[in-house]
């Protein structure tokens, strides 16, 4: 029902402003927060999927590289293009030969330092099929380019002296005023050279395979060399290549390749340079410029390359003394002090150059036995020193790299100001500068442990670890700012740009303000205009060159100050630094490809880390350090591929990693399962406050490892570990499933393992022996078990154990279950084959002549004598059967042949128990499986329904198959297989055949065999009670089995009830028993009459012998009952039959009164 406004009362839209407004503003809240958490979940979603977060960011896994160096085609023609044509020529010449210099120094870091040292390495030398032969002819091509690298280097060497000498020379005519020049950028090219040159010979040196090596393959060219067309060559080809061998001898692998390049005559072009004083006065005085220059920084904290530098200096001072043959023994002495900070320079990777063996080749009079003394003590001291105050210097640097990652995260603002420019070049080169000194302290303390082999300690190690992980963190700041810096490079450059053109201009200034004019002015402004247009462009490695050459030309006549110079320095060398691409010159400083040679100390790192789990984040940084040393091992040439020297290493470092750290927190994470799930049984102390606890969880929550492409995820190879034991154990041990699902689920709630499911069929925990394991070894099996024909079970005879295993129904269904019903067939096959074999031994005995005889005359002596015996066999002489044939013999435990023979059937027996067991688990597993059908005698056909609906072949498949298990399974669960009737068809016929006549006497041993078998289970019996119980046993109706299933194969059931066995033992017994009543009776009566006492031995005697005979008679009684329910599992082809069977054994059990009468019945 709804209600409308009168049409007289229009509405008044003016009432309702007021809640129009506040209706809106309700609206506009809900939409702005619809809004705020509409933009927060945009915010959550793509910090998860992008991993913003700096810990999750790895270079390792961009697979793009952002290049920043700049590039150009500008010639030096271009560049350097004045009115001064002299400064011109001079400033191109010197600039070439200095990016000749540059550019032989890359090629010599690219191309053959790596080769060199890392040949030999990754090869299993095998002599005889000439491993060493064939790297190095693999290496010839190198060592040829190697060759004509040196050449190169030796002769730009005297080009650039010869310049300098023709420049600083008093004697030639003038080229240009060099009076108040000092080329200090040539003169460091040299040293450069210089350094290049020493650091292969000491590579060369170091090489001891190299030149093993060599010398092999020497030897085996001389053998070519005798007779050529052996090998398929020629003598013509070999002379020119013997040359070349000859050649690289002399220049590389003698050790003397420093020497080839300076050793050389200077003078032999006309311009003078041995003789030069001037040129000799400034050679030197730029070698102290340089040292000067450097002395203040090598061997402190903020030291980045001068340790190089310290090198090139000594080169240039042997070089100077090489040439001029006067030592400055002031600068020797200041350069061999040194050594006090600086032990050694680590040139290459793990080469160390020390200056001491460096000055005894090059000044050896200036040197005596002390100083090199002092020198090698002063190495030992430093690593001394250093093993004590690592640790704390770990700590500071710790503080340090966290400041400056601090500052550079917090370095995104977009002021372009300069004065926020140069914070961010200062903030730059800090990184730049920290990660120099990290890296060049954990070098050369590695390399001098090595050199010096000098042991580290733990601590020591560890410390130079965290400097490793520090360096690469400062490494990972900055690649986190990459964009960022990448963006900011171009506007540094221009700071530094404006701040050099600047101070360029100061100086400009004052050489204009002097109006007098002079060639030495001229040159002056000629090399400023040079250096402004060289540094007013993109920060190449000519431009830089070219302004440092033209600012050393300029620096005459107080046109820098102090400070100008400074700057200009200071900025041309962070223009060097940023021109190379900030990322790049990063990389460099951060490079540890040295830790190839090192990387043992990985082991200590990581087992240290497994102890100390707190630190797990740093093996990150620790990993990407390893990573270094691919791009240097590809360049390696010894082997076919540079792959297998990268295979090699990466194999050799995850079998660390394995060993050191993922097998151990393996089998701690299994052992701890393994306790926790153990707790009851109280195995250790887990009491927390006393054994403490190892926060294992931090090592498996970390991101995984990234190593040269491969991710290392150690919670999921904790997981597949944990799986793959826990299954492997598990399927030994069928029956521990639920402690192994409790230790997955303990897993998973510890340590947030998440298990696979193992898929294993469900055991219980009194799974047994497997029916498999029965069936292949059913020959034990039947001896070592006896079976109970009642409970059907199979009991262990002895055992070392306190407890005897047993085989039921249930354990076989599993069996069955686990291993499908097609076992069952074939453990019947099995069996088979068994009883054939048992069946000839048996017939054997039977047809034994000593056997044979006594039972003929034992069924003739019954025929014969049938009515006097009253229809029943003698007990006394089943008695004497037995006690007889023990005349035949004993084995070596005593056993008669009669025992042997009742082993013999009890095994049969047992094996046809084995066969009625696996017949009843076989039909429990299928009426288990078959539990879920609601009707078994109206199953729904499932191919009829899918049919009908058409939904597709594959299901129409599927369909089939299930009706298929479903029928097997009903089929199986209704009537299962007889397979005793099949186990007595297939043997019957053989047994009742003409040809094993003597199988017939079988029935008449039974007497005296069920009277040997009573005797054996009493006393088996009667151990049960002894403290030893060996042989003892409870129950053996194997032996029940085994004769019913002989008898029905030999179809004795009627001749074996015609000897009414155990009435005539009933008899007996009774006829026993009244005897000993009697002269209990009598006994007593004597005794009244006489009021004599008790006679107690004769009470005992006669309650014992009552007691034997009750005992006897019970165990006949339980063999006659075990043998008439073994006799209904062979049943006869028809009921008529079963039925006659069934009251013929109650007849005889019933004991008639007149036998006489049953005699004629059984006879019909």
């Not at 400064?87 to 060199?116: G, M, R, T």
């Not at 090698?376 to 400056?404: D, G, H």
Request: aromatic residues 10%.
């Amino acid at each position: 029902m709804t209600s409308t406004l009168p049409p007289e009362e229009p509405f008044n839209s003016s009432i309702d402003d007021g809640s129009e407004r506040l209706a809106g503003e309700i609206q506009l809240r809900a939409y702005a927060g619809f809004a705020s958490n509409y933009s927060q979940q945009l915010t959550d979603l793509q910090t998860t999927l992008t991993a913003a977060d700096t810990a999750s960011s790895n270079s390792q896994l961009d697979p793009i590289f952002l290049e920043t160096a700049p590039s150009e085609c500008t010639s030096l023609l271009t560049l350097v293009n004045t009115d001064n044509k002299v400064l011109n020529k001079v400033v191109i010449a010197l600039s070439s030969l200095c990016l000749e210099i540059e550019y032989l120094k890359k090629q010599a870091e690219e191309e053959f330092y790596d080769p060199l040292l890392f040949y030999g390495e990754g090869v299993d030398i095998k002599v005889e099929d000439g491993t060493r032969q064939n790297q190095m002819g693999r290496m010839l091509p190198i060592l040829q380019k190697l060759s004509c690298f040196i050449l190169r280097c030796r002769e730009v060497l005297k080009n650039l002296v010869l310049q300098l000498a023709a420049l600083h020379n008093k004697t030639m005519p003038k080229v240009m005023e060099v009076k108040e020049i000092h080329l200090t950028t040539v003169f460091k090219s040299i040293g450069t050279l210089l350094r290049v040159v020493i650091t292969l010979e000491e590579i060369v040196a170091a090489n001891t395979t190299l030149r093993d090596d060599w010398n092999q393959y020497k030897v085996i060219l001389k053998s070519v060399n005798q007779d050529p067309s052996k090998f398929d060559t020629k003598a013509d080809k070999l002379r020119p290549f013997a040359k070349m061998l000859g050649r690289i001898e002399k220049q590389i692998l003698s050790g003397q390749i420093l020497n080839y390049c300076w050793a050389q005559n200077f003078d032999d072009t006309g311009i003078p340079v041995t003789k030069n004083t001037y040129f000799a006065e400034e050679f030197l005085f730029n070698i102290k410029k340089l040292f000067n220059s450097i002395e203040p920084i090598i061997g402190d904290s903020s030291e980045t390359i001068q340790s190089l530098e310290y090198v090139e200096i000594c080169a240039l001072f042997g070089f100077h003394v090489l040439l001029f043959r006067e030592p400055d023994k002031k600068l020797f002495r200041q350069l061999w002090d040194v050594h006090r900070r600086v032990p050694g320079v680590v040139l290459a990777s793990n080469v160390v150059w020390f200056h001491n063996n460096f000055f005894q080749l090059i000044l050896p009079k200036l040197m005596d036995k002390k100083m090199s003394e002092q020198v090698v003590q002063t190495r030992i001291n430093y690593l001394a020193t250093k093993q004590q105050v690592l640790p704390k210097e770990a700590q500071s640097a710790f503080m340090s790299v966290n400041s400056w990652l601090v500052k550079i995260g917090s370095m995104k603002s977009q002021d372009k100001s300069p004065a926020e420019l140069n914070n961010r070049l200062k903030v730059i080169l800090e990184g730049v500068n920290l990660s120099y000194s990290l890296s060049n302290t954990v070098s050369l303390v590695m390399n001098l442990h090595a050199a010096l082999q000098k042991p580290m300690s733990k601590s020591e190690v560890l410390a130079l670890c965290h400097f490793i992980g520090l360096c690469k963190a400062i490494e990972d700041g900055f690649y986190n700012c990459g964009l960022y810096l990448a963006e900011s490079e171009l506007q540094l450059l221009q700071q530094l740009q404006h701040q050099i053109i600047g101070d360029l201009l100061c100086g400009k200034r004052r050489i204009i303000a002097d109006k007098k004019y002079s060639d030495k002015r001229l040159d002056i402004l000629s090399a400023l205009v040079i250096a402004v247009n060289s540094i007013s462009g993109p920060a190449t490695m000519q431009r830089i060159l070219v302004a440092q050459l033209t600012v050393n030309i300029a620096d005459q006549a107080r046109t820098f100050k102090d400070e100008e110079m400074s700057s200009i320095k200071r900025s041309m060398d962070a223009m060097k630094l940023i021109g190379k691409g900030i990322q790049c010159s990063v990389k460099e400083a951060c490079d540890f490809s040295f830790f190839y040679w090192t990387r043992s100390v990985l082991e200590i790192y990581l087992e240290n880390l497994h102890q100390n789990p707190s630190d797990a984040g740093r093996i990150h940084n620790m990993f990407a350090a390893l990573n270094d040393c691919v791009p240097h091992l590809r360049r390696s040439k010894h082997t076919e591929s540079s792959d297998a020297l990268v295979k090699y290493y990466i194999d050799d470092v995850m079998g660390i990693l394995r060993q050191s750290l993922l097998a151990k927190i393996c089998k701690e994470i299994e052992n701890d399962l393994r306790l926790s799930v153990h707790t009851h049984l109280k195995l250790d102390d887990r009491n927390p406050y006393k054994v403490g606890l190892k926060g294992l969880r931090q090592l498996l929550s970390m991101r995984p490892l990234q190593f040269l492409g491969r991710s290392i995820d150690i919670k999921d190879y904790v997981s597949h570990y944990i799986d793959t034991t826990f299954y492997n154990l598990n399927t030994v041990a069928l029956h521990d499933w639920k402690t192994y699902v409790e230790m997955r689920n303990m897993a998973y709630q510890k340590y947030s393992l998440r298990m696979q499911e193992t898929h294993l069929p469900n055991q219980t925990l009194e799974q047994g022996l497997d029916v498999l394991e029965i069936m292949r070894n059913i020959h034990v099996f039947v001896s070592k078990y006896l079976y109970n024909l009642n409970n059907q079970i199979f009991v262990e005879k002895s055992s070392n154990n306190k407890h005897l295993n047993t085989i039921t129904i249930r354990h076989v269904a599993n069996s069955v279950r686990t291993h499908g019903t097609g076992i069952m067939n074939t453990t019947v096959n099995f069996t088979f084959q068994f009883l054939k074999k048992k069946f000839y031994i048996f017939s054997q005995f039977l047809y034994d002549e000593h056997i044979k005889s006594k039972l003929i005359k034992d069924i003739r002596f019954f025929k014969d004598n049938r009515v006097t015996l009253d229809q029943r066999y003698p007990y006394d002489r089943a008695d004497r059967f037995n006690k007889g044939i023990r005349k035949l013999g004993l084995s070596n435990d005593g056993m008669s042949y009669l025992d042997q023979f009742r082993l013999l059937i009890s095994h049969i027996g047992n094996a046809m128990g084995y066969v009625r067991m696996v017949r009843s688990g076989g039909i429990h597993c299928c009426s288990n499986a078959m539990k879920f059908v609601p009707d078994l005698d109206d199953i729904v056909n499932f191919t009829e329904l899918v049919k009908d609906v058409g939904i597709g072949s594959d299901v129409d498949d599927a369909a089939e198959h299930l009706d298929s298990v479903i029928d097997t399974l009903a089929k199986n669960t209704a009537e299962g297989s007889d397979y005793f009737t099949k186990l007595v068809d297939v043997f019957a016929q053989e047994f009742r055949s003409h040809k094993n006549m003597h199988l017939r006497n079988f029935y008449a041993i039974l007497p005296a065999l069920t009277l040997n078998f009573v005797e054996h289970s009493i006393g088996c019996k009667e151990k049960m009670n002894k403290k030893n119980k060996q042989g003892a046993a409870f129950t053996d109706d194997g032996f029940a089995m085994g004769v019913a299933y002989i008898l029905k194969l030999l179809d004795q059931y009627k001749d074996f009830d015609s000897l009414h066995w155990f009435q005539s033992v009933k008899q007996k017994h009774e006829s026993d028993k009244s005897t000993q009543k009697k002269d209990v009776a009598l006994s007593n009566k004597k005794q009244q009459s006489a009021n004599l006492t008790e006679d107690e031995k004769l009470v005992q005697a006669t309650s014992l012998a009552l007691k034997r005979i009750l005992i006897y008679q019970r165990e006949f009684e339980l063999l006659f009952y075990s043998l008439s329910s073994a006799r209904i599992f062979f049943r006869g082809n028809s009921v008529n039959e079963e039925k006659e069977a069934a009251d013929a054994v109650k007849a005889s059990e019933e004991g008639n009164a007149n036998p006489a009468e049953a005699a004629p019945a059984q006879q019909q």
